[in-house]
């Protein structure tokens, strides 16, 4: 079945028509072409796919688009403004935490996720929190660094370059 | 598109939801969080023309307090029952339980009603639900009724809801006075995979004895498991004998087969050691 949804997709109302059977991930990369969402292992166990939904993280393969329409969602895109990094985005390029940097997106915004959820989370809490999402380089010593960076510059205590 | 075309149904209340699976019979499944149905679809292992979407219907995903017990809806996420702060605080075993599943993404969608009418026999939240004495509310032509978890499981993948039934909520009973539970998974592979194994333990004491005991499983036999016939150790000090009795009759009941995860040989072993080690925990955690 066809039907027309207006997503909010980074603070923007976006019109289109979809069909019943279309994925989140489909629909924003195919249809928007926000390119940060990115498929891998279509099942949710590997983070690739993730957006935020009203904050919280999710799997944009497995989620019908249509079951999304009364959410906020963010994408890697809707963090910075254009033309300034958010800070978990800082955090990741000074700490060197991206290789191939095709899961940067999900790990991104799944620390945001996890920092807005508990602004001083212990070790313990950030491997539990992005434990479900993989990184094939292996970056997993810098990510883990970023995390502690980001979380560093958002409480505005330490400055790092 | 990976999904083959179907129609989203989205009804506003039970009763439509019902009459929607009434008109289109075995053409219609319910849709709860879709991390299992939705996936199945996509792989093209499944496919239905029509899915019921349960998310439509309002108020199905309330966590309530009740007199006696907790009440949680069918559409609550797994998420929110790993951090509802009155979970933790009644049922802290089946908050762990729930918090342990494949990943934060994962448990932010699943819904818990999707878990047990999925009937899979190897996840974590029936074990402790069976311990806890959970029974779940049923809605169908013929209105509602109550199922006791116990009597829910009816084979790999069936359950005792009629075709045309919706799982509505799942009500927990606060735990006897003195009572404990413990939930220990076991993982072959990955930390976050399905477990080979899970143990849910429940002990009452009263001066040093045992009062009640259960004992359920997963991954144990093609269904959670609940074991029978532990009425005997009330009023028995907790000690090495009694827990080889309870073993011997754990070791009855299981039917474990082999899969990706171990073999039957392996099961059982692994089954008498965390069942083992479940009562332990219970007996010395309580001082």
Redesign the interface.
């Known amino acids: 079945?066809n039907r027309e949804i207006t997503l909010r997709v980074n603070n923007r109302a976006e019109t289109i028509q979809i069909?019943?059977?279309?994925?989140l991930l489909?629909v924003l990369r195919d249809r928007l072409k926000l390119w940060s969402v990115r498929e891998s292992c279509?099942?949710?166990?590997c983070?690739s796919c993730?957006v935020l939904?009203d904050g919280?993280?999710?799997?944009s393969?497995?989620?019908?688009a249509?079951?999304a329409g009364s959410c906020e969602i963010t994408t890697l895109e809707g963090l910075g403004d254009g033309f300034k990094l958010d800070s978990i985005q800082e955090a990741f390029v000074e700490q060197r935490a991206l290789q191939c940097a095709y899961c940067t997106p999900g790990f991104v915004l799944?620390v945001k996720?996890l920092l807005d959820e508990t602004p001083n989370p212990t070790d313990e809490e950030i491997r539990e929190?992005l434990?479900?999402?993989l990184c094939r380089c292996a970056g997993y010593a810098d990510i883990l660094r970023a995390v502690r960076a980001a979380q560093e510059k958002r409480s505005g205590t330490v400055t790092r370059s | 598109m990976t999904i083959r075309s179907f129609d989203l149904l989205q009804p506003k209340s039970l009763q439509e939801a019902v009459q929607l699976l009434q008109k289109h019979r075995e053409e219609a499944r319910v849709l709860g969080g879709g991390t299992t149905l939705v996936i199945l679809m996509k792989q093209r292992a499944l496919h239905y023309p029509y899915l019921v979407d349960l998310q439509s219907i309002p108020g199905l995903d309330e966590i309530k307090r009740e007199a006696d017990g907790v009440r949680i809806g069918a559409l609550a996420t797994h998420r929110m029952v790993e951090t509802s702060p009155l979970i933790r605080q009644a049922f802290p075993a089946l908050a762990q339980a729930f918090g342990h599943i494949g990943n934060v993404r994962v448990r932010q969608t699943a819904s818990v009603g999707g878990n047990l009418a999925h009937a899979d026999y190897r996840l974590d939240p029936p074990p402790p639900l069976l311990a806890l004495g959970a029974e779940v509310t049923a809605f169908g032509p013929k209105g509602s009724r109550t199922i006791p978890l116990r009597n829910f499981f009816r084979g790999m993948y069936e359950t005792a809801l009629e075709p045309e039934e919706l799982l509505v909520d799942v009500k927990v009973p606060f735990m006897p006075a003195g009572g404990r539970s413990v939930y220990l998974r076991y993982t072959a592979l990955s930390a976050n995979d399905w477990p080979c194994l899970g143990v849910a333990g429940l002990l009452v004491k009263d001066h040093g004895r045992c009062k009640e005991l259960r004992l359920a499983l997963g991954g144990a036999a093609a269904t959670p498991l609940f074991i029978d016939g532990l009425e005997w150790t009330r009023d028995q000090v907790i000690d090495p004998a009694l827990v080889d009795r309870v073993l011997e009759i754990v070791e009855t009941q299981i039917s474990p087969f082999s899969d990706l995860r171990g073999s039957e040989w392996y099961k059982r072993r692994m089954a008498r050691l965390f069942v083992k080690k479940a009562v332990e925990q219970l007996n010395s955690d309580q001082q």
């Not at chain 1, 279509?42 to 166990?45: N, S």
């Open positions: 079945m069909d019943d059977a279309e994925t489909e279509g099942v949710g166990a983070g993730t939904l919280h993280p999710v799997s393969c497995f989620l019908l249509a079951r799944s996720a929190y434990a479900g999402n």
